[in-house]
């Protein structure tokens, strides 16, 4: 799978290693480029995953702004819930595409 910013792959891995957890796609953090995400200072947590870490995500003069998130340090309680360790995987919102 792909997450695409206009023409640009900004992550992309086998289906079987991204996860897939409240509607979303989230990908391995060795599968993201991470030359196109700029971390955000906006703060959120999560009540069962713990901080989460946003990012902006460019495309030459495209830049949007918190776009993609991870959790660095997920509680580990969650990994139970999530069935493994899924600690600084990104996830993309709508404006990235994620496709076969």
């Not at 460019?58 to 830049?63: E, M, N, P, R, W």
């Not at 969650?78 to 990235?96: E, H, I, L, M, T």
Request: proline share 8%.
């Amino acid at each position: 799978m792909k997450a695409v910013l206009n023409d640009t792959i900004i992550a992309e891995a086998p289906t079987g290693d991204l996860i897939r957890l409240e509607g979303n796609w989230y990908f391995p953090p060795e599968s993201v480029n991470a030359e196109h995400l700029v971390e955000s200072d906006t703060p959120y947590n999560c009540p069962w995953k713990g901080d989460c870490q946003y990012f902006s995500v460019k495309d030459g003069d495209t830049v949007l702004r918190d776009r993609a998130w991870s959790y660095p340090t997920p509680y580990p309680s969650s990994f139970d819930r999530v069935g493994q360790d899924y600690s600084n995987y990104v996830a993309f919102w709508k404006d990235v595409r994620v496709v076969d």
